[in-house]
């Protein structure tokens, strides 16, 4: 919150509190305060869709964390 980020990377299940990254990712576009791109991390096809009309960029799958097309997709939001 008290600084800029190239992409805030989301799971589709938090780790603490149990809310769901659907429900974080509107809860950050509701806000209005944060403009870094919204990234969820799912292997369902249906949450990152849903993810995407809520508002973030699309996602990849966990499993496809070190593909080439992932490591292309990330790039486009991380500096050098």
Known sequence: EKQDCDLVIINRIGAFDQESGLELIEKIKVDGRFKSPLMMITNY????????????????????????DTIELLSKYLCE
């Open 45 to 68: 096809k249906d949450q990152m869709d849903n993810a995407v009309e809520k508002g973030a960029v699309p996602g990849y799958g966990k499993g496809k964390l070190h593909d080439k």
